[in-house]
């Protein structure tokens, strides 16, 4: 085969594969219909080319394995191939509808197309009966509206083919009545018009016709052979139909509540009667009742609750004993009276067992519902709470017995954390009836508890030169919250002080409160610190409180006193002068020391560590200042070697010495400064040369002072001092010695204070002054005038910065 045919014919075949029909083609026909009976022309209908059928090789499936149509593949026309029942094809009568349902395939190329042919019905078959002899055997005392049921007759077709009505040949003594089931099929029963008289005619045939509802309608027929029993005529009867009966409920068993007596007018064994529940008595009746079959006699058999049945229904036959038994029937009601035997119920319909702590009031926690399965008084109950007082709920009747258990008040977890809820239930019987049932619920927590501190400020002293990481205090807050919401992370609230955030200096362990010191502080720096901790728990949203904690630093002795004046470089002795003829009591010199320490840490005195003469000085221990004891004679050494100890007060004490040497001179000429100086009185010396050596010597040594400290200030690049504040100025003494040089000292303090300390014959003042910032003070000297005018500029010149 050519490839290209080849190709083709693939193509064609799968395009015949994906073009199957999805549309059905539906055609009616009546069942039956001849053989060879042309349906409709398939070819047209579904769009195909008649002529090429035989090619394409037309055909239609088996249904059944039988071929009912058959297509002509010259003229493309559907026809019967089979004879079609529809009776055989679709037995079942639950619808009206018969369909065949069957494919035509064309194989060149594929294609299948679905066909649809209903197939309706036809009145070909007549209505028969199951039986064509219908016996029936009626007693000559059946009343006259007696009913006999008979067999119906069927019928294979549907719809208005089937049954449609009975008909019954002519009696004076029965008729029919037709009945339709669910499914549309026709019942009869035949019924009693007349009373029977076997004597008369002792057997009735009739003939039953059913005819169905077909064009035209077609019927079948069953002959009904009646046979008149002669039967006992009288049956028992009882005085009254119907019987009303009260009983109380929890009767004793065996109570005897009723004797039933049926007469007979009969003789001998017809007139014997026997007493039975009938089958309209139901089995609970009979399980709570008894009945004796002789004598009639209805007693107690079980428990009688009128909460499960509040009356009864009897039903008993009388029949008699003949071989055709008569039965009379009677109604026996039984009614039950209530007793208070049924403690009153409380259901729980719904409740909440966790409830939160802010829920509002009014919020329902149970729904309840009370019952009393008595009746009257005995049904009527009253629900409280037991201690209704004392519990933040109360009863809100919804409805006829439903009751709402709602809050009334705010709860608080902390105060109490759940309740127990007892509910009381009674009914107003005689005596009456209680009953008790407990709903426990549980307050949940919500965060409405700030976490507190035991106090609201924290005092810590702490040592100075203290060791870092040294736990400082344990600061723990409560909270009396539950679980998360009590959960306190703590943390310090960032204060920076001097350009230091506060964090730096402290640190609090989140988890526990504990606070630490993260280094070593300095008295002499850094006095106190002022900050807050902040306690926060992890509810949503989370509360917090904060404290403050005051860090106090406590002052050490690890200062050594510095002696500022008289000045001297590291390890020289000072020289100091006096005129040999200076009186008794007269001011040689002055020590002063200074402590960067505090208190008693800071407070100096001064003692003589070693003196040449012991009795020609003496040293105040409290001002330092050395005095003459007596004058001085020719015999007493020219030089005079002086060492003076300033210890603190502290413990352990710390200390420095000074060594002076004075030497005496025979005569000293004043010397004035450039200010105006008020000279103190002394003894003046007449040898004018002896002035004026002085005088240049001290100029000189005052000019070589002060080319050092300009070069020590240039040197260290100091801040400028500042001048002594106004009003705090105090002279101590002048001195004409050269020995005090001017200078300044930087140095931390506790306190706030400025001292003038001043050297009588120089006119030099020294002043101790605070900085601004507290972080120390300025020691200078000045010239004596300008601390008298409080003149606020300092002549002094930086020497050292400590």
């Given at each position: 085969m050519d490839p290209r045919r080849r190709w083709r014919l693939g193509f064609a075949v799968l395009s015949a594969l994906w073009s199957l029909a999805s549309a059905v083609t539906r055609y009616s026909i009546p069942e039956e219909i001849p053989v060879g009976s042309v349906i409709a022309n398939i070819a047209t209908d579904l769009g195909l080319d008649a002529h090429s059928l035989l090619e394409r090789k037309v055909k239609l499936d088996y249904i059944h394995s039988k071929k009912y149509l058959e297509i002509n593949k010259d003229t493309g026309e559907l026809f019967i191939a089979e004879k079609i029942d529809r009776e055989y094809l679709c037995p079942a009568k639950t619808s009206s509808f018969c369909f065949l349902k069957m494919d035509v395939i064309i194989e060149n190329p594929i294609r299948i197309f679905n066909i649809e042919l209903e197939i309706m019905d036809i009145n070909d078959n007549a209505p028969q009966f199951r039986r064509e002899r219908i016996p029936l055997d009626v007693s000559e005392s059946a009343t006259p509206g007696e009913r006999f049921s008979l067999t119906n007759a069927v019928d294979a077709d549907v719809g208005e083919n089937s049954i449609e009505t009975y008909y019954l040949s002519e009696s004076n003594e029965f008729t029919i009545e037709i009945q339709s089931g669910s499914d549309g099929t026709k019942y009869v029963d035949l019924v009693l018009k007349a009373s029977l008289d076997r004597e008369k005619q002792a057997v009735h045939t009739l003939t039953l016709t059913a005819v169905d509802g077909g064009i035209p309608a077609r019927s079948g027929t069953a002959s009904i052979i009646i046979q008149v029993l002669d039967i006992n005529d009288n049956a028992p009867q009882f005085d009254r139909q119907v019987y009303s009966v009260d009983?109380?409920?929890?009767?004793?068993?065996?109570?005897?509540?009723?004797?039933?007596?049926?007469t007979d007018l009969d003789e001998g064994a017809n007139a014997d009667v026997i007493y039975s529940f009938t089958l309209y008595t139901s089995e609970k009746t009979q399980e709570k009742f008894s009945l004796d079959p002789t004598n009639g006699e209805i007693r107690v058999k079980d428990v009688i609750d009128f909460e499960e049945v509040k009356s009864f229904e009897m039903y008993v036959e009388a029949k008699d004993k003949a071989v055709n038994p008569l039965s009379g029937q009677c109604k026996i009601l039984v009614f039950i009276t209530d007793l208070n035997d049924n403690h009153p119920e409380i259901t729980i319909k719904s409740s909440q067992s966790l409830i939160k702590e802010n829920d509002p009031v009014g919020t329902v926690i149970a729904v309840i519902s009370v019952s009393d399965r008595d009746s009257g008084d005995n049904g009527?109950?009253?629900?409280?709470?037991?201690?209704?007082?004392?519990?933040?709920?109360?009863?809100?009747?919804?409805?006829?017995?439903?009751?709402?258990?709602?809050?009334?008040?705010?709860?608080?977890?902390?105060?109490?954390?759940?309740?127990?809820?007892?509910?009381?239930?009674?009914?107003?019987?005689?005596?009456?009836l209680t009953d008790n049932e407990t709903i426990s619920v549980t307050i949940q927590d919500v965060n409405d508890n700030a976490p507190t501190f035991p106090q609201t400020l924290y005092t810590i002293h702490l040592m100075e030169n203290n060791e870092p990481g040294a736990l400082l205090a344990s600061l723990t807050a409560h909270d009396p919250d539950l679980h998360e919401n009590q959960y306190l992370v703590y943390f310090i609230i960032e204060k920076e002080i001097a350009n230091t955030s506060m964090s730096m200096l402290f640190s609090i362990n989140p988890e526990n409160g504990n606070l630490y010191a993260l280094r070593t502080f300095d008295y002499e720096r850094e006095k106190e610190f002022l900050f807050h901790i902040e306690a926060r728990d992890s509810g949503l949203p989370p509360l917090s409180s904060n404290v403050t904690v005051h860090i106090i630093i406590l002052d050490q002795n690890d200062n050594t006193p510095l002696i500022v004046s008289p000045w001297r470089p590291q390890g020289a002795v000072i020289e100091e002068k006096i005129p040999r003829s200076s009186d008794k009591g007269s001011l040689v010199t002055k020590v002063i020391a200074l402590d960067a320490d505090s208190m008693q840490n800071s407070r100096i005195t001064y003692q003589?560590?070693?003196?040449?003469?012991?009795?020609?000085?003496?040293?105040?221990?409290?001002?330092?200042?050395?005095?003459?004891?007596?004058?001085?004679?020719?015999?007493?050494?020219?030089?005079?070697?002086?060492?003076?100890?300033?210890?603190?007060?502290?413990?352990?004490?710390?200390?420095?010495?000074?060594?002076?040497?004075?030497?005496?001179?025979?005569?000293?000429?004043?010397?004035?400064?450039?200010?105006?100086?008020?000279?103190?009185?002394?003894?003046?010396?007449?040898?004018?040369?002896?002035?004026?050596?002085?005088?240049?010597?001290?100029?000189?040594?005052?000019?070589?002072?002060?080319?050092?400290?300009?070069?020590?200030?240039?040197?260290?690049?100091?801040?400028?001092?500042?001048?002594?504040?106004?009003?705090?100025?105090?002279?101590?003494?002048?001195r004409n010695s050269s020995s005090i040089a001017d200078s300044t000292l930087i140095s931390s303090d506790a306190y706030w204070y400025s001292l003038f300390l001043a050297e009588t014959r120089k006119g030099k003042v020294v002043v101790r002054q605070p900085l601004p910032n507290g972080a120390g003070f300025i020691v200078s000297s000045i010239p004596g005038s300008a601390a008298l005018t409080e003149t606020s500029a300092s002549r002094s010149s930086t020497l050292q910065v400590l």
């Open positions: 009983l109380i409920e929890n009767a004793p068993i065996g109570t005897l509540i009723m004797q039933l007596n049926a009527k109950v009253v629900l409280s709470i037991h201690n209704a007082e004392m519990l933040p709920f109360a009863l809100n009747k919804s409805s006829e017995d439903f009751f709402a258990l709602t809050v009334t008040e705010s709860l608080d977890r902390e105060r109490i954390h759940s309740y127990d809820i007892t509910l009381h239930v009674t009914d107003r019987g005689t005596p009456p003589f560590l070693q003196i040449t003469d012991t009795p020609l000085f003496s040293l105040d221990q409290y001002n330092g200042e050395i005095r003459t004891t007596r004058m001085f004679s020719y015999r007493d050494p020219k030089d005079q070697h002086l060492i003076i100890i300033a210890r603190d007060n502290g413990e352990p004490p710390r200390s420095a010495t000074v060594t002076i040497k004075i030497s005496t001179v025979d005569q000293v000429v004043t010397q004035f400064t450039e200010t105006t100086e008020v000279p103190v009185e002394y003894d003046l010396i007449t040898d004018l040369n002896l002035y004026l050596l002085i005088g240049l010597g001290s100029v000189l040594f005052l000019l070589l002072i002060t080319i050092l400290v300009i070069i020590v200030l240039k040197c260290q690049e100091p801040k400028p001092s500042q001048a002594a504040p106004q009003g705090r100025n105090s002279i101590i003494s002048q």
